[in-house]
Every structure is written in C-alpha cells, then in structure tokens.
C-alpha cells in the first residue's frame, strides 16, 4: 500500500468503530480523514475544539468564511444543527465527558496506554493544545498511525516522550491491526491479511497477547 | 459613559510590561487593527495570554516577530516558528497550558474562584511545580486563575453599551476574557445602537466591556 | 437517534432512589408537565438538586408537599414553608449551599472538573467539613462537584436534535443541570426542525439533550 | 417617620453613593426601593442574580410575563442594552467584582463588618440564596436597614447569629446615620440631624468613632 492507501485503510477501519449519535473529535493529519468514511445511516457529531459541533465538510471553493476555521486553522463548515459555543464550553464538553470518541495520531503509545505525542524535547515543542484535554476527557481514545515511524518502533513497553496523558489510549489502530489496551497488556485484536502475526510482534516493542480467536481487518 | 474610542486611544491604555489578553483562535480572529496599533506604538516587555501565537505574518504573530513580548502564556505555538526560535534562544518566556485548562484558568479569573481542580495534565510535565489535591480518592492538579491588565477582544456586532454578539468560530477566548482584565477592548465589526441586540441573544454583557473601537472593515 | 418522546415515556426512566436536577428559579419555569407526572407515578425517595423548592403549589414545590423527595440540595427554602417544616420534622434531608456555589458545583460536575475553590462560605457555616486551601495567601473552600442521574429541564425553543433556546429570566440553571446528567430531558414550549435555530444563537447544544418533550401550551 | 419615610429616607440616602456606570444588586425588602431614588443624569445598571443586567421596572398592570421575574419572584422588566444569562455566568459577575454595589438587609452586623442576615437557628433557615456570593463578591457592600430591631441593637460588637460572611461590610445606612467600617471600627460619618450623637450610640451595641467633621445627613 502507498502512502494515501495506508492513510484511507486506516481511517476506513477506525471509522468503523463509531456509532450513531456519537459526537467525535478528530486530530489534524491522519484522523481527519476518518470523517470521509463514516457508515451509511449513522449519525455523528463532530466537534471542534475551537468552538462548535456540527462540523460539515470544506466549503466550495470561493465560499470560504474566515470566521470559520476548524481546530487546525482550516476552512470548514457547520451542518443545520450545530451550535457554536465559546472555548470554556468546548473544553467543558470535552475534559467533561460528553466527546464519546477522540481520534488522535501519537509518536509513542506503550502497553498501559500511555500516550506521547505532543512534543519531542529540544526539537518539536508546539504545545499540547487541546491534546492533553482531550485524552483525558472523552470517553474513547483511538490512535490511529502508522504502525512504525522509519522503521523505529513506536508502540512501546514505555513511552520515553514526555507525555500527554497517562493510561488513557483504549484502541490502536494501524496499518497492521488493532489492538486493545487491556488490563494484561496489548491485545491484538485484529490483524491485516497482508502480515503475519510475528510481522506485528516484530514491528511493535511492547508484547502483544494474541487471542484464540484474532480477527482479519476487514476494511 | 462614553465607550466608543479611536484606536489611539485605547493603545494609549497600554504600556510596557503590561499583561494583556488576546483574543482568538489561530488569527481566526484576532483583534488586527489594534495589534496593528501597537506595533506601531512598539509598547514592549508584555506578557501575552493568548490560545496561540497565530502564524508570523497574521495578527499575534506579528507581535511575536517584532519581539514585544517577554512572556507568553498559551497552549500551542506549533503555527508561529519565530516564537519557537525566540523561545529557545531564550528571548522568550513560554508557558505551555493545556487549552482546556487555559480556559478554564480566565474563566476562574473573571469568576472569582481560587482556582479549579483538573485531571488535565496528570502524570505529565505539565504537572511540575503544581498542587495534587485528591477528591474522593481522584487527583487532579490544581490550576490558578488567570488575570490580566488590558483584554483585546473581537466582536461581530456591538451596541453601544458593549454588549457583544461573535459570528461562528471566533468566539473561543473572547467572552472568557472579557470577564477576566481590568480594561476590556472590543474591536467590533458592526457598532449598532442600543437595543438592537436582543437581550437573549448577548453573548458578553455589555457591563464587562470597558471600550468600544471600531473594526478593520 | 429519536429524541422527541411522550411524557410517559420521560417518566418512565425515573425510578426511586434516584438523584434529578431539576431547572428554574421560584417556578419561573420548572418543567411543570414532567413533574405533574413525577407526581401521578408517584416516585419517591428522590434526592432532589434545585436552587429552592419555590411555592407548595407550583411546580417543584408539589413533589415536597407530596413527600417524593428524600433529600435536596439547594440554596433557598423560604418560599415555600412545607420544606421547612418536613426539614424540622427530620423528614427531608436539606443541604444549604449558597447559589453561586450550586451553580459552579454543578457546572464542574459537567465539566470533569475534581473541584472549584470559592471564598463564598469561609468563616461561616458552609464552611462545616470542607477542605480549606491556601492559594498565593487567600483561603477558599474546596467545593465538590455535582452530578445527577436525570435532569429535567426547560427550554422555549428546542429542535429535534435538542438545540435549545431559553427565553428571558428562565434559563438559570437550566443550561447547567444539561452538562451535569447522564440523562438529560427537556421540556420544550415549542419543538423545530433542525435548522430553525441559527447555530450562533443556540444556547445548549444538541449533544447534552438525549430526549424532548413536549410542553404545557 | 412613619415605617414608610424611614424606608424612603434609607433608600434615597444609599441611592446617593451610587456612581455613574455602576453594576448594583438590589437585595429584596428595603434595597429595593433604592432604585426609586438613583440621581437624575447617571446610568445605573441592575443585576438580578437569577440572571440578567439591566432590570428594568415592574410591568404595566395585564403585561406581566410568567418568564422574566427578578429573584424575588417578582414580575419586572428588561431595559434595552440589558442581557440575559445563566446561573453560572450571573455569580461569576458576582463572586469576580463585576458587581459594583451591593445592598442588602441585615439581621446583625458588627464593627469588623462581620454580617448575619440569612438564618435564625431553630426559627427561620430560608437558606442564604445569592447573599453570601454577593455580600463576597460585590465590591462595596452597603447594608440599608433600621438601626434597631423592636428596641433590640443590630449593629453590635460582634454577631450572634451565623454568619453571611465574615468582615464584607463597607457601609451602613440607617435611618439614625451612615457608619463606615474602618480598620479602627464603626466610623460615624453621618448624623440624620433628629437625632444626637448619644441617640445613635444608645441605638449601638459597637462603639462608633465620631470624628471631627461629623456630617448631617442630607437626603
């Protein structure tokens, strides 16, 4: 799979996880593009944490509003429905528990679901934004990314970043599977046809527990 | 009580080594005439309370580039590569805050709380020098309120009493902060008459608004 | 999801023992439809969060006088003399807490907050068993969070996602108990399409309402 | 006097403390009437802690509105420029400062300024409502009351009954004069001109500090 292909499978397989009535926020990069594949007859609500629910997609080109950005600064638009709210509300919706899902990519996940990825110190500190509220809050976090970066693990026995939040990651999903943060470590859930079970165990540092009855992605 | 002031007037309200409070999301909006005005003016050695630094080129960022700031209290500055740069050659003092707990800190300002006690930032960095206070057996940090001299804010449509209505995403940090500063700034897109906003739909009460000026357009 | 239902319907998730939120100020407006059914089913035991128990013949005041509620939490008891005297009698369990501190307590309960420090309370009998902290020298109680199995609130307008608008003095504590609840309803004067509210001027998304009730008219 | 000018007389007097601009809460009972007095030419905002600014006077008679009551319950209305809020944002413009002025009764206040006015154990616990919040929060608290009580003193060493709130007073008003609480105690600032200086210190269990320009009331 190229680059975009990976990208698509795995947002195609973390967008199965919602379900009708969920409200949803979405991290920049990767779990943007979750929202292109959400299943036919379900209703969700995305939030942004800059200020609404009812986030609809980009608008025609020309009919941009600069008063009408999503949490990466990008031209969005809000569906019949939505409701703007000021950021003391959008925090308290999220830090609150009213976000059932937040997608959010990561540099490291360990197997207690620590979870970093917001800074790598003395080279990438851009703050944790709302990052950090959002992993805390809402009531299901998945990571959604590449399984490995360049070829370094990234899923991890111990997050050596500083971090975002502790025991707070409830599913990983990859290119390669997904897995679930358990009590007893990381359960391998499901796994691509495309790789073997020793391919992932070699791709991620932390164990994997591998169930009787493990699943094929089916995307 | 006159409010309606020139954009003169009110940067003549501030002055180095003030705090200050900007409005805005990514630039999505902030105040541009009145940061323009303080550029101009060159006030230094502030000490901005902002959700980020914008990008080097639009509203705050400028302010950034042209090294008014000293310290800078915020949640991500990931747009703006100048305030990483000054940050790290140490011209700039940066606090990191969770946005939701930035948030919440004007908000415990404006309220007259002492603070608030979150789970945000538990187990992390942001935890270092902080009171644990446990709840029913759950911990959570205590944070501190935020205040500050001068709040900019941005309005779409202001009366003149200073009542204020925000179109869609520019809301975010204005109606916290409008209950949070000494002086609060508006700069307003449209300023209508009293009366023309209904009283259900206000979203900042007019009694937070100290000045009204007018906006870019 | 379906969230427009019967009162019936509404009523029949409210079971003994359980904690309600309920909204108003002195009965302007408590969702007068629900509680008449509250006290057709006649469900008991109810720990009951409201700012007061306004008058023995409106509204909340009726489930006191019908002796469904086993303990309350509230900030004002005097307009209606029954919760007084069942409180004399040792019948009804009364937590006093002054009204911003209702409000912010239930707001935290929304807002996953552990706590808030306030300075309302010190030095009297509010301060009874609570924590004390020190911040920066000034001393503020800890304040704990509130939460409820259902709130029952009211709305003027509400569509069918359950955006709702309240209309003049009756939004009060209404847009607070929606955050606080894990089952939230409303009992709407009048019920729209979705769309009919502009997105700007909803005052309690959507997203906190799980089912909508009609209203009296 | 007769009950009705000592009422009028307060009022007007703690009217004249009022300043352009200023944000008032009115306590029910005699505060109220405060508001009949406010000096032509300055603007007065009033808060009502069930939740907006601007209150206007009681409707016309057949125009009441069963949804815009003040937080006595009684039916008023809303004056252009006003807003509308909830319980939360009211009493963080009240516990944050935003509140100028403040009037209320009391049962008892002392010379530290110490305030009782919510409770008289075993006889009357109507819960203190907004009181503590406002008598807390407000940045001048003035208390418009009788200065006696059936014969009884109400302004004493120190309070009997529980507490509103410790050490919040700035000013009393009676109808006897207008006592200012200082570092040192009870400032005597104002004389209403019926009445001695021993009148009014009979009228007080606190002793009063009579100072060299000792005014007359002048309502």
Not at chain 1, 48 to 63: H, I, K, L, T, W
Not at chain 2, 194 to 213: A, H, K, R
Request: hydrophobic share 45%.
């Amino acid at each position: 799979m190229d680059k975009n292909a990976i990208r698509n499978f795995i947002a195609k397989r973390v967008a199965q996880e919602l379900k009708d009535g969920d409200v949803v926020n979405l991290g920049i990069g990767l779990p943007t593009f979750v929202a292109n594949f959400i299943p036919e007859g379900i209703d969700i609500t995305l939030q942004s944490e800059n200020g609404f629910v009812g986030m609809g997609p980009a608008p025609a080109e020309g009919e941009e509003d600069c008063d009408m950005v999503n949490a990466g600064g990008q031209h969005v638009t809000i569906l019949p429905g939505g409701a703007f709210f000021d950021s003391a509300e959008s925090f308290l919706i999220i830090r609150g528990g009213h976000v059932d899902v937040t997608v959010l990519g990561a540099l490291e996940v360990d197997e207690k679901g620590n979870l970093a990825n917001w800074m790598v110190p003395g080279k990438m500190v851009p703050g944790m934004g709302g990052a950090m509220d959002l992993v805390t809050g809402a009531k299901k976090v998945i990571i959604a990314m590449n399984h490995t970066a360049k070829g370094n693990h990234k899923i991890l026995k111990k997050c050596r970043l500083p971090l975002t939040a502790m025991e707070c990651v409830d599913l990983i999903v990859t290119e390669m599977g997904v897995m679930e943060v358990t009590d007893k470590g990381l359960l391998l859930k499901e796994i691509n046809p495309e790789f073997t079970v020793e391919d992932i165990q070699n791709a991620t540092e932390a164990e994997l527990i591998i169930p009787d009855d493990l699943k094929k992605m089916a995307v | 009580m006159k409010k309606l002031i020139s954009i003169d007037e009110a940067v003549n309200m501030i002055h180095d080594g003030m705090t200050i409070m900007v409005g805005g999301f990514l630039g999505c909006k902030n105040p541009f005439r009145m940061i323009d005005a303080l550029i101009e003016k060159g006030v230094k050695d502030i000490t901005l309370i902002a959700n980020d630094t914008a990008f080097p080129e639009i509203g705050l960022g400028k302010l950034i580039v042209n090294k008014q700031i000293k310290r800078l209290i915020t949640s991500h500055i990931g747009t703006n590569k100048e305030t990483g740069n000054q940050m790290n050659a140490g011209e700039l003092e940066v606090e990191l805050v969770p946005q939701g707990t930035l948030a919440e800190r004007i908000r415990a300002g404006g309220a007259g709380l002492g603070g608030i006690l979150t789970p945000t930032g538990l187990g992390t960095v942001v935890e270092e020098g902080k009171e644990i206070i446990e709840v029913d057996g759950k911990k959570y940090l205590l944070e501190k309120p935020l205040k500050a001299d001068i709040a900019l804010i941005v309005g779409k449509k202001v009366d003149k009493k200073g009542n204020i209505q925000y179109n869609k995403a520019t809301r975010n940090f204005n109606p916290l902060m409008a209950t949070a500063a000494e002086t609060v700034i508006v700069e307003a897109d449209e300023i209508v008459e009293v009366g023309e906003i209904d009283q259900d739909n206000v979203m900042t009460p007019g009694i937070f608004v100290d000045y009204i000026v007018g906006g870019a357009k």
